[in-house]
Nanobody
Framework: QVQLVESGGGLVQAGGSLRLSCAASGRTFISYTMGWFRQAPGKEREFVAALKWSTGSTYYTDSVKGRFTISRDNAKNTVYLQMSSLKPEDTAVYYC????????????????????WGQGTQVTVSS
């Protein structure tokens, strides 16, 4: 049974940094794509970043490029989202997700492609 557990959210001032963690368990994730999504109040859940566990290849939505970095630690089976230069518009619940749907190098930003989800962690950026 796949389990994804996020942590690291909190309240931070604009311009600050946070690092989110996603501890993955239940199987070997070497063939998986791991993603981060976020959902602000009253808005749809949107793609933030993702990586291919096997290669470390990454993909970001335009609004976070240069500010956020996704990475993984193979020994800890954990995926991270390092967030810097945070803005009030980054405020949302952040979700970790995983999919084994694509074996190619393609990294999907489509939320419906992801089969497994964590419970979410709140990130609030004050102005």
């Amino acid at each position: 049974q796949v389990q994804l557990v996020e942590s690291g959210g909190g309240l931070v001032q604009a311009g600050g940094s946070l690092r989110l963690s996603c501890a993955a368990s239940g199987r070997t994730f070497i063939s998986y794509t791991m993603g981060w999504f976020r959902q602000a109040p009253g808005k749809e859940r949107e793609f933030v970043a993702a990586l291919k566990w096997s290669t470390g290849s990454t993909y970001y939505t335009d609004s976070v490029k240069g500010r956020f970095t996704i990475s993984r630690d193979n020994a800890k089976n954990t995926v991270y989202l390092q967030m810097s230069s945070l803005k009030p518009e980054d405020t949302a619940v952040y979700y970790c997700a995983a999919t084994n749907r694509y074996y190619s190098a393609y990294i999907t930003p489509v939320r419906y492609d992801y089969e497994y989800w964590g419970q979410g962690t709140q990130v609030t950026v004050s102005s």
